[in-house]
């Protein structure tokens, strides 16, 4: 999984170069960052969306006037809970299934095993930190389901996971948008950050087994 996120995280920052993701988030409006977040939440093809950078960038975008931070911030929180409720019903119905499903381009079964595995290691509060792990906030909700955790139990991580995801990205990009003079400059560098942290825990749990040994 790991080499697989960097790929990733490499296609997207070389299309962050020149602030593309600040144009995107500008022409799609509110209704298409909030598609991307309900996408990435639980529909397994949204697997390699920007959430976290997606998140940063509307807040700072709302901080400028561009959009209203408080339907932003709703709009966020309602479709990333509802992302994951597609997921667990998807995982729910299909099942073992899904874990059946040869390779294709855009679906590979070693994400499923490896958010199983993360799953495990981290039991019911995976809801939560799947959230701020990128590929992994994809496939957890799917687990859930399969596993055939108490859905009101889901719902319960599920909205706290999705409340500090959306909020407390969504507000850091705001409010660094405030504080910060002319901070679109600094953007780019921002969203490494932001992608290394939201990457550390999938890195740890890929090494630590290793570092035991």
Known sequence: MAE????????FLSSMAHGNLQDMVKSIGLFGI??????????MLGFFLP??????????LASQGFLNIYVLLFGCFVFAV?????????????????FEKE???????KYLEETENFYSKHGQKTII???????????????AGTAAMRYKTF???????????????????????????????YLLPII??????????????????????
């Open 4 to 11: 697989n996120l960097i790929h990733e995280i490499g296609n």
């Open 34 to 43: 909030w598609a991307i977040i309900f996408a990435e939440s639980g529909i």
């Open 51 to 60: 959430g976290d950078s997606l998140l940063v960038t509307s807040g700072l």
């Open 82 to 98: 509802l992302g994951d409720n597609v997921g667990y019903f998807t995982g729910y119905h299909l099942g073992r299934r899904l």
């Open 103 to 109: 390779d294709s381009r855009f679906f590979k079964r």
């Open 129 to 143: 930190l799947a959230r701020f792990v990128p590929i992994v906030r994809t496939f957890a909700p799917i687990i």
């Open 155 to 185: 719902m319960f991580f599920n909205l706290i996971g999705g409340f500090l995801w959306t909020m407390g990205l969504t507000l850091f990009g705001y409010f660094l948008g405030r504080v910060v003079p002319d901070v679109d400059r």
């Open 192 to 213: 490494l950050v932001i992608i290394i942290l939201s990457l550390a825990p999938a890195i740890w749990h890929f090494i630590e087994p290793r570092l035991k040994k």
